[in-house]
C-alpha cells in the first residue's frame, strides 16, 4: 500500500510538473537575438508587419511569435505573463512594429524578428502619454496609417482609415481576442488618445 | 458562441442575426442565424475579412465589410450566401427595404456626404459639414420623406452624438447626446431606429442601459 501511494503522490508530482512546463513550451521556440540596426522604415513595411502577425495570438506581457497563422496556445489564462503563450500584448505588438529600442532614450530604428521575445518598455499608457524617444502624441483627427490610438490600458495601431468614420485597427486585443483587424472607433473616443512614431521614411 | 463584441440585428420575421468578430480559435468573422425561439438556423463566414456594422436589408442580414468597404448581403430567402456569392452581390450603401440604398461618403475629417439612391441614380443627397472633426457614424436611415443620421463629433478631449433629421431643404431637426461608453461595444451598433423612436445603447460602471429619444412626427 506504501509502495502504491508514493507511486500515486510521485505521479501526481510528475502531472504537475509536466502542467508548469506546458507553461513554458512555446517560448522555448524564441530567441533573444540583437535586432537589426536599419535605416528605413515605411509605414507600408508597418503594415506588412503588423499584417503577418495576425493570428499568432495573444500573449500579456509577450512579443514572440512564428508565422503559422495560428495561436499554438490559445487557452491561457488571460493577464498572466507566465504563461509564456505566443503572440505579443498590444504594447508589445506596436514596440516591434514600430522598430524601437529597447533603451528609451534611442530613437534609431530595430528590426526585430517575429521569434525574437522582445516586449520593450513601454505599457499603452507610456505610449498615450508619447513616452520615450521615439514616440510623441499627435492630434487624433490627422492620425494616418501606422499611427495608432492609446488608452490607459490599450494600444491599437491604424491599418487604414475606413468608411463611416471608423478605423481599422490592427491591434493585439486581449486572449480571446488574439491579434488580427478590427473596425473601431477609438479615433473618437475620449479615453484614447493619437500617438506616432517619429522617424518614419516614407 | 465566442463572447466577443458581436452585433445583433432581429429580422421582421423574429429570426435573429449574431455577427461575432475574429477570435483566437476562429481566425474569420463569423454570422449566426437564429430561429424566434432561439435554435440555430445556420452559420456562415462572412467574405472579408472585417465587419464594421450588420444590418436587415430587404433579403436579410447585410453586413458592412472591409476591405471591400461594400454592404454584403449575407443571405437570401433565409438561405445563407456563401463568401462568393456575397462578394458578388456587394453594394456601396446600405440596402433598403424599398429597393433603394444609402450611401455615406466622408471627404477628411471636417464633411460628411450622404445619398439615397435608386440604382445608379441619385434621387437626393446631403453635405454636412463641421469645424469640429467628424468621427463615426453610427446610423443613416429613412424615417418617411427624412433621414435620421447620428454621427459623432470629437476633440482630442471630449466626443458627443449629434443626432440629425434631414429633410429635402436641410435639416429639420437637430440635437446633441451624451456618450457613455463605459464599456466597449460593437463599433456602429450603438443607435438603432424604430418608428418615430431612437434607442441609445449606454453604459456606466453601474452597468448598461437603453434610452430612447421620441422624434418629431414626420411629414
Given at each position: 500500500m506504501k509502495?502504491?501511494?508514493?507511486?500515486?503522490?510521485?505521479?501526481?508530482l510528475l502531472a504537475g510538473a509536466n502542467g508548469a512546463q506546458a507553461y513554458h513550451r512555446f517560448w522555448t521556440n524564441?530567441?533573444?537575438?540583437?535586432?537589426?540596426?536599419?535605416?528605413?522604415?515605411?509605414?507600408?513595411?508597418?503594415?506588412?508587419?503588423?499584417?503577418?502577425?495576425?493570428?499568432?495570438?495573444?500573449?500579456?506581457?509577450?512579443?514572440?511569435?512564428n508565422y503559422d497563422d495560428v495561436d499554438s496556445?490559445?487557452?491561457?489564462?488571460?493577464?498572466?505573463?507566465?504563461?509564456h503563450g505566443e503572440g505579443g500584448d498590444c504594447s508589445g505588438l506596436t514596440f516591434k512594429t514600430w522598430r524601437e529600442s529597447t533603451d528609451e532614450w534611442r530613437d534609431g530604428r530595430y528590426y526585430w524578428r517575429a521569434l525574437r521575445n522582445v516586449h520593450g518598455p513601454y505599457t499603452a499608457g507610456d505610449f498615450k502619454n508619447g513616452v520615450g524617444a521615439p514616440n510623441h502624441v499627435v492630434a487624433k483627427a490627422t492620425a494616418g496609417v501606422m499611427d495608432a490610438f492609446a488608452?490607459?490600458?490599450?494600444?491599437?495601431?491604424?491599418?487604414?482609415?475606413?468608411?463611416?468614420?471608423?478605423d481599422q485597427i490592427v491591434e493585439a486585443k486581449c486572449e480571446a481576442c488574439g491579434t488580427n483587424i478590427f473596425y473601431r472607433t477609438y479615433r473618437s473616443d475620449p479615453s484614447y488618445g493619437g500617438v506616432a512614431r517619429w522617424g518614419w521614411t516614407g | 458562441m465566442s463572447g466577443g463584441l458581436a452585433d445583433f440585428a432581429v429580422e421582421p420575421d423574429g429570426?435573429?442575426?449574431?455577427?461575432?468578430p475574429p477570435n483566437r480559435l476562429t481566425p474569420a468573422p463569423l454570422l449566426r442565424s437564429f430561429r424566434s425561439d432561439g435554435t440555430a438556423r445556420w452559420t456562415q463566414r462572412l467574405a472579408d475579412r472585417t465587419w464594421a456594422k450588420l444590418a436587415v436589408g430587404p433579403e436579410g442580414p447585410t453586413v458592412l465589410q472591409q476591405p471591400s468597404e461594400q454592404w454584403l448581403p449575407a443571405a437570401e430567402q433565409g438561405t445563407a450566401l456563401y463568401r462568393g456569392a456575397q462578394a458578388a452581390r456587394g453594394r456601396p450603401g446600405r440596402p433598403l427595404a424599398n429597393g433603394r440604398e444609402v450611401v455615406v461618403d466622408r471627404v477628411g475629417s471636417s464633411e460628411l456626404r450622404i445619398?439615397?439612391?435608386?440604382?445608379?441614380?441619385?434621387?437626393?443627397?446631403?453635405?454636412?459639414?463641421?469645424?469640429?472633426?467628424?468621427?463615426?457614424?453610427?446610423?443613416?436611415?429613412?424615417?418617411?420623406?427624412?433621414?435620421?443620421?447620428?454621427?459623432?463629433?470629437?476633440?482630442?478631449?471630449?466626443?458627443?452624438?449629434?443626432?440629425?433629421?434631414?429633410?429635402?431643404?436641410?435639416?429639420?431637426?437637430?440635437?446633441?447626446?451624451?456618450?457613455?461608453?463605459?464599456?466597449?461595444?460593437?463599433?456602429?451598433?450603438?443607435?438603432?431606429?424604430?418608428?418615430?423612436?431612437?434607442?441609445?445603447?449606454?453604459?456606466?460602471?453601474?452597468?448598461?442601459?437603453?434610452?430612447?429619444?421620441?422624434?418629431?412626427?414626420?411629414?
Open positions: 509502495i502504491f501511494l508514493l507511486a500515486l503522490g510521485a505521479g501526481l524564441c530567441n533573444y537575438d540583437s535586432p537589426t540596426f536599419m535605416t528605413t522604415m515605411t509605414r507600408d513595411a508597418g503594415q506588412s508587419y503588423a499584417n503577418a502577425a495576425r493570428y499568432e495570438g495573444y500573449q500579456w506581457g509577450g512579443g514572440c511569435w496556445y490559445p487557452s491561457d489564462a488571460p493577464g498572466d505573463p507566465s504563461t488608452s490607459s490600458s490599450h494600444i491599437g495601431m491604424v491599418f487604414t482609415r475606413s468608411l463611416y468614420g471608423g | 429570426t435573429m442575426d449574431v455577427l461575432e445619398a439615397e439612391l435608386a440604382g445608379n441614380a441619385v434621387v437626393r443627397s446631403w453635405r454636412v459639414t463641421s469645424e469640429t472633426p467628424l468621427g463615426e457614424v453610427q446610423l443613416a436611415e429613412p424615417r418617411g420623406n427624412e433621414l435620421v443620421v447620428v454621427l459623432k463629433t470629437y476633440t482630442d478631449e471630449r466626443a458627443e452624438y449629434v443626432v440629425l433629421v434631414l429633410r429635402q431643404r436641410g435639416s429639420a431637426e437637430r440635437f446633441s447626446v451624451e456618450p457613455s461608453e463605459w464599456a466597449e461595444s460593437a463599433p456602429l451598433a450603438r443607435f438603432r431606429l424604430a418608428g418615430s423612436s431612437l434607442y441609445q445603447l449606454g453604459s456606466t460602471a453601474a452597468g448598461a442601459f437603453v434610452d430612447r429619444f421620441d422624434l418629431k412626427e414626420s411629414r
